[in-house]
């Protein structure tokens, strides 16, 4: 059935609906992620992100052939089931999961919860599309708290301007973390120099970027999960030179790429650094990008760093 004509959202809304309706065990259905948010672009692969309140989660997970009534499948994950391979903690009885790629192109994350664990202060915006018992009348009805709950969460998502302390972990961290980056490239051990980048310095630059987003747009806005719309905010040169921070498997390139990284991440916490009169600390990127420019003159047998 590849190929099939990609279902419409109201088809999917249709069936996700339809079959809360006609299963008793199931008392409530609401929706959370992209498509609760009307500022999110709509397209394609937009997933459908749906939990279903139950009475008991254990007769939906012990019998999955009930899921095959939202079409072929192409592949699955049971991330629960994924979480206790790996040795995690899970109860299954609390929350338990399908993430399915259809066949038609759709994709259904679909999770139970029993009444019980509903957790109706939860800050994630939320749309209620079917309520059998008025358990979720808190966050469907035109309430004070429901508004409250949409204020709570606009402030979770939208870019926050940074203490003094909180600017000056964020370049501690881009400047320390570049010393194992340098000690990697001299090695040429590519998967450490790839953790350390992307688990050290370079998500700091994304952070210092939302930043400067935030303070461009008076911080009324959001770059969104994982800073993927960063790329609708950034002048189009300072986004040209970001992507060039994301590394090849070329040694001489990824040091290219490195120096670029930092000379961006420089220039834009001076730039904060100037908007707000924080104080950046200017000895600790001198001598951090020293050292890595110094790390990069070494011989491949030198006997000693400096």
């Known amino acids: 059935m590849m190929g099939n004509k990609m279902r419409s959202e109201k ?16 008392r409530a259905v609401y929706m959370n992620g992209s498509r609760t948010n009307p500022n999110v672009p709509k397209d394609i692969f937009q997933d459908y992100d749906i939990v279903y309140v139950v009475r008991e989660n254990a ?30 903690s899970v109860d299954f009885d609390k929350c338990y999961g399908w993430l399915i790629q259809f066949k038609d192109g759709n994709r259904l994350d679909l999770h139970v919860v029993p009444v019980e664990e509903v957790d109706i202060s939860e800050n994630e915006p939320r749309k209620v599309l079917l309520d059998k018992d008025g358990i979720m009348d808190c966050i469907s009805g035109p309430s004070a708290e429901r508004d409250r709950m949409e204020k709570t969460a606009w402030e979770i998502y939208r870019i926050k301007k940074p203490s003094q302390e909180e600017f000056w972990a964020c370049c501690n961290e881009f400047w320390w973390c ?19 980048l992307y688990n050290g310095s370079h998500p700091q630059l994304v952070r210092l970027l939302d930043w400067k987003v935030g303070q461009q747009t008076d911080f009324q806005v959001s770059t969104g999960k ?21 590394i090849n498997g070329n040694i ?16 834009t916490a001076h ?16 001598a951090s990008y020293g050292f890595l420019k110094r790390v990069h003159a070494l011989p491949k047998d030198a006997e000693e760093i400096f």
């Open 226 to 246: 994982a800073s993927k719309y960063l790329k609708a905010y950034l002048p189009a040169d300072v986004w040209d030179r970001f992507l060039k921070t994301y």
């Open 59 to 88: 007769p939906f997970y012990k019998d999955k052939s009930w899921i095959d009534i939202f079409g072929e499948r192409l592949y699955m994950q049971c991330p629960d089931e994924v979480d206790k391979w790996n040795g995690m």
């Open 178 to 196: 570049l010393n194992n980056i340098a000690k990697g490239l001299w090695r040429e051990e590519v998967p450490y120099i790839h953790s350390m």
């Open 11 to 26: 088809e999917m809304y249709d069936l996700i609906i339809g079959t809360a309706e006609n299963d008793e065990r199931i």
């Open 271 to 286: 730039e904060l650094e100037e908007h707000w009169g924080y104080c950046y600390n200017e000895e600790e990127s001198v």
């Open 252 to 267: 001489e390139d990824i040091w290219q790429s490195v120096y670029i990284m930092c000379d961006l991440f420089d220039e």
